[in-house]
Protein backbone atom coordinates (compact mmCIF):
# COMPACT_ATOMS: atom_id res chain seq x y z
CA UNK A 1 0.00 0.00 0.00
CA UNK A 2 1.51 3.67 -0.87
CA UNK A 3 1.64 5.59 2.06
CA UNK A 4 2.13 9.24 1.47
CA UNK A 5 4.32 11.07 2.91
CA UNK A 6 5.09 15.33 3.80
CA UNK A 7 7.66 17.04 2.14
CA UNK A 8 9.85 19.49 4.19
CA UNK A 9 8.88 23.34 2.74
CA UNK A 10 12.62 23.95 1.48
CA UNK A 11 12.72 20.34 -0.24
CA UNK A 12 9.54 21.12 -2.01
CA UNK A 13 10.83 24.42 -3.01
CA UNK A 14 14.17 22.45 -4.59
CA UNK A 15 11.70 19.95 -6.15
CA UNK A 16 10.23 22.41 -8.25
CA UNK A 17 12.91 23.87 -9.03
CA UNK A 18 14.14 20.64 -11.16
CA UNK A 19 11.03 20.00 -12.78
CA UNK A 20 11.86 21.81 -15.48
CA UNK A 21 11.74 26.30 -16.48
CA UNK A 22 10.10 28.21 -13.62
CA UNK A 23 9.34 32.26 -14.63
CA UNK A 24 12.87 34.39 -14.61
CA UNK A 25 12.07 35.68 -10.94
CA UNK A 26 11.26 32.46 -9.64
CA UNK A 27 14.76 31.35 -10.31
CA UNK A 28 16.49 34.06 -9.31
CA UNK A 29 15.00 34.04 -6.06
CA UNK A 30 15.98 30.37 -5.88
CA UNK A 31 19.81 31.29 -6.34
CA UNK A 32 19.54 33.91 -3.40
CA UNK A 33 19.08 31.38 -1.43
CA UNK A 34 21.46 28.70 -2.95
CA UNK A 35 23.89 31.48 -2.28
CA UNK A 36 22.58 32.60 1.35
CA UNK A 37 22.99 28.88 1.95
CA UNK A 38 26.51 28.87 0.78
CA UNK A 39 27.78 31.78 3.28
CA UNK A 40 25.81 30.17 5.94
CA UNK A 41 28.10 27.01 5.71
CA UNK A 42 31.26 28.89 4.55
CA UNK A 43 30.72 30.87 7.97
CA UNK A 44 30.21 27.59 9.87
CA UNK A 45 33.17 25.63 8.42
CA UNK A 46 35.62 28.45 7.45
CA UNK A 47 37.72 27.37 10.67
CA UNK A 48 37.31 24.05 10.92
CA UNK A 49 40.21 22.71 9.10
CA UNK A 50 42.34 20.92 7.81
CA UNK A 51 39.62 18.45 7.04
CA UNK A 52 39.73 14.62 6.27
CA UNK A 53 36.10 14.13 4.90
CA UNK A 54 34.94 10.61 5.51
CA UNK A 55 31.87 9.42 3.43
CA UNK A 56 29.35 6.09 4.16
CA UNK A 57 26.13 5.07 4.88
CA UNK A 58 23.64 5.78 7.45
CA UNK A 59 22.13 2.74 7.91
CA UNK A 60 24.68 0.57 10.22
CA UNK A 61 24.60 0.26 13.61
CA UNK A 62 27.32 0.85 16.44
CA UNK A 63 27.39 -2.79 16.35
CA UNK A 64 28.23 -3.54 12.49
CA UNK A 65 31.93 -4.57 11.84
CA UNK A 66 31.84 -1.24 9.30
CA UNK A 67 31.14 1.05 12.20
CA UNK A 68 33.66 -0.46 14.06
CA UNK A 69 36.28 0.18 11.79
CA UNK A 70 35.18 3.29 10.54
CA UNK A 71 35.32 4.49 14.40
CA UNK A 72 38.98 3.20 14.91
CA UNK A 73 40.40 4.67 11.60
CA UNK A 74 39.01 7.81 11.97
CA UNK A 75 40.50 8.14 15.78
CA UNK A 76 43.93 7.52 14.02
CA UNK A 77 43.41 10.26 11.91
CA UNK A 78 42.30 12.78 14.49
CA UNK A 79 45.79 11.77 16.34
CA UNK A 80 47.81 13.26 13.18
CA UNK A 81 45.92 17.01 14.00
CA UNK A 82 42.96 16.73 11.04
CA UNK A 83 39.34 17.38 11.58
CA UNK A 84 37.28 14.51 10.60
CA UNK A 85 34.61 15.77 8.54
CA UNK A 86 31.43 14.03 7.63
CA UNK A 87 27.42 14.47 6.45
CA UNK A 88 26.48 14.67 10.15
CA UNK A 89 24.19 11.71 10.38
CA UNK A 90 24.04 8.95 11.79
CA UNK A 91 25.55 5.18 10.59
CA UNK A 92 29.22 5.76 9.27
CA UNK A 93 28.72 9.15 9.79
CA UNK A 94 28.55 8.96 13.27
CA UNK A 95 31.20 6.62 13.83
CA UNK A 96 33.49 8.73 12.19
CA UNK A 97 32.31 11.59 14.48
CA UNK A 98 32.84 9.72 17.74
CA UNK A 99 36.02 8.01 16.46
CA UNK A 100 37.54 11.84 16.60
CA UNK A 101 35.61 12.66 19.87
CA UNK A 102 37.67 9.32 21.41
CA UNK A 103 40.55 10.63 21.20
CA UNK A 104 40.11 14.31 21.79
CA UNK A 105 40.40 15.53 18.18
CA UNK A 106 37.62 17.84 16.25
CA UNK A 107 34.38 16.82 15.03
CA UNK A 108 32.53 18.51 12.20
CA UNK A 109 29.22 17.85 10.21
CA UNK A 110 27.20 18.98 7.09
CA UNK A 111 24.03 17.77 7.63
CA UNK A 112 21.34 17.68 5.35
CA UNK A 113 17.82 18.33 5.81
CA UNK A 114 15.47 15.05 4.68
CA UNK A 115 12.38 13.74 6.06
CA UNK A 116 14.02 10.91 7.27
CA UNK A 117 17.84 10.24 8.67
CA UNK A 118 18.62 14.11 8.75
CA UNK A 119 19.52 14.48 12.18
CA UNK A 120 22.94 15.48 13.31
CA UNK A 121 24.66 12.79 15.23
CA UNK A 122 26.02 13.85 19.30
CA UNK A 123 29.70 13.43 18.63
CA UNK A 124 30.07 16.97 16.45
CA UNK A 125 31.78 19.76 17.64
CA UNK A 126 30.38 21.93 15.13
CA UNK A 127 27.61 21.05 12.18
CA UNK A 128 25.76 22.87 9.61
CA UNK A 129 22.35 22.46 8.24
CA UNK A 130 22.02 22.21 4.43
CA UNK A 131 18.73 21.76 1.90
CA UNK A 132 20.48 21.22 -0.88
CA UNK A 133 22.70 18.38 -1.57
CA UNK A 134 24.78 20.09 -4.18
CA UNK A 135 25.78 22.83 -1.97
CA UNK A 136 26.50 19.92 1.02
CA UNK A 137 28.50 18.12 -1.57
CA UNK A 138 30.55 21.15 -2.35
CA UNK A 139 31.26 22.22 1.37
CA UNK A 140 32.31 18.79 2.51
CA UNK A 141 35.14 18.70 -0.64
CA UNK A 142 36.22 22.40 0.08
CA UNK A 143 37.49 22.11 3.47
CA UNK A 144 38.64 18.39 2.92
CA UNK A 145 42.50 17.27 2.01
CA UNK A 146 41.31 13.19 2.38
CA UNK A 147 38.58 11.33 1.53
CA UNK A 148 37.41 8.28 2.59
CA UNK A 149 35.18 6.25 1.00
CA UNK A 150 33.75 3.46 3.47
CA UNK A 151 30.90 1.29 2.42
CA UNK A 152 27.75 3.39 1.46
CA UNK A 153 25.15 3.47 -1.27
CA UNK A 154 23.80 5.57 -3.88
CA UNK A 155 24.66 9.02 -1.68
CA UNK A 156 28.44 7.56 -1.02
CA UNK A 157 28.92 6.24 -4.55
CA UNK A 158 28.13 9.80 -5.54
CA UNK A 159 30.45 11.30 -3.15
CA UNK A 160 33.26 9.33 -4.26
CA UNK A 161 33.07 9.76 -8.15
CA UNK A 162 32.45 13.33 -7.50
CA UNK A 163 35.33 13.89 -5.75
CA UNK A 164 37.16 11.71 -8.42
CA UNK A 165 36.20 13.88 -10.88
CA UNK A 166 37.12 16.92 -9.75
CA UNK A 167 40.93 15.50 -9.39
CA UNK A 168 41.06 13.54 -12.55
CA UNK A 169 39.94 16.85 -14.07
CA UNK A 170 42.16 19.21 -12.39
CA UNK A 171 39.60 21.14 -10.49
CA UNK A 172 40.46 20.37 -6.96
CA UNK A 173 44.03 18.94 -6.18
CA UNK A 174 45.22 15.29 -6.13
CA UNK A 175 44.46 14.78 -2.60
CA UNK A 176 44.15 11.52 -1.45
CA UNK A 177 41.12 9.19 -2.06
CA UNK A 178 41.00 6.22 -0.14
CA UNK A 179 38.48 3.50 -0.73
CA UNK A 180 37.89 1.03 2.45
CA UNK A 181 36.75 -2.59 2.40
CA UNK A 182 38.09 -4.29 -0.14
CA UNK A 183 35.46 -7.19 -0.49
CA UNK A 184 32.54 -4.66 -0.46
CA UNK A 185 34.15 -2.52 -2.95
CA UNK A 186 34.88 -5.85 -5.62
CA UNK A 187 32.25 -5.51 -8.14
CA UNK A 188 32.75 -1.66 -8.22
CA UNK A 189 36.84 -1.91 -8.66
CA UNK A 190 36.02 -4.78 -11.31
CA UNK A 191 34.00 -2.20 -13.21
CA UNK A 192 36.59 0.78 -12.83
CA UNK A 193 39.16 -1.94 -14.03
CA UNK A 194 36.14 -2.56 -17.02
CA UNK A 195 36.47 1.35 -17.79
CA UNK A 196 39.96 1.43 -18.02
CA UNK A 197 40.14 -2.08 -20.23
CA UNK A 198 37.47 -0.01 -22.67
CA UNK A 199 39.16 3.24 -22.43
CA UNK A 200 36.73 5.13 -20.71
CA UNK A 201 39.18 6.17 -18.07
CA UNK A 202 42.93 6.13 -18.72
CA UNK A 203 45.31 3.63 -16.77
CA UNK A 204 46.77 6.49 -14.77
CA UNK A 205 43.24 6.97 -13.40
CA UNK A 206 43.84 4.26 -11.24
CA UNK A 207 46.33 5.97 -9.37
CA UNK A 208 43.96 8.60 -8.10
CA UNK A 209 42.96 5.94 -5.24
CA UNK A 210 44.37 3.50 -2.71
CA UNK A 211 42.01 0.46 -2.09
CA UNK A 212 42.86 -1.06 1.70
CA UNK A 213 41.49 -3.03 4.72
CA UNK A 214 44.57 -1.67 6.42
CA UNK A 215 44.03 1.63 9.08
CA UNK A 216 47.76 1.58 9.58
CA UNK A 217 48.15 1.92 5.32
CA UNK A 218 45.29 4.65 5.05
CA UNK A 219 47.20 6.56 7.81
CA UNK A 220 50.42 6.19 6.39
CA UNK A 221 49.34 6.94 3.22
CA UNK A 222 47.93 10.12 4.41
CA UNK A 223 50.83 11.58 6.48
CA UNK A 224 52.75 10.71 2.60
CA UNK A 225 50.34 12.07 0.38
CA UNK A 226 49.11 15.57 2.69
CA UNK A 227 52.70 17.05 3.31
CA UNK A 228 53.14 18.17 -0.11
CA UNK A 229 50.38 20.71 0.27
CA UNK A 230 51.42 23.01 2.25
CA UNK A 231 48.51 23.90 5.29
CA UNK A 232 47.97 26.45 6.89
CA UNK A 233 45.32 27.18 9.78
CA UNK A 234 43.37 30.39 9.04
CA UNK A 235 42.50 32.67 11.53
CA UNK A 236 39.38 34.67 12.42
CA UNK A 237 38.54 38.23 12.12
CA UNK A 238 36.69 39.69 15.05
CA UNK A 239 35.59 42.45 12.36
CA UNK A 240 33.59 40.28 10.64
CA UNK A 241 32.14 38.56 13.84
CA UNK A 242 34.00 35.50 13.42
CA UNK A 243 34.62 32.47 15.53
CA UNK A 244 36.56 29.39 15.79
Same mark, same amino acid.
Given at each position: ??????????????????????????????????? !??????????????????????????????????????????????????????????? $??????????????????? !?????????????????????????????????????????????????????????????????????????? !???????????????????????????????????? $?????????????????????
Amino acid at each position: MFMATSTPPGLAKEIQFLEGPRSRWQDFKFVIKVA !LEFVRGFRALHFSGPCVTVFGSARYGEDHEFYILTRRLSAEIARLGYTIMTGGGPGIME $AANRGARDVGGRSVGCNIV !LPFEQNPNPYLDKWVDIRYFFVRKTLLVKYSYVFVIMPGGFGTLDELFEAMTLIQTRKIQDFPVIIFCKDYHRD !LLEHIDRMKERCTISESDLSLFLVTDSVEEAVQHIQ $ASIQRFGLKPMKPRRWLLEKV
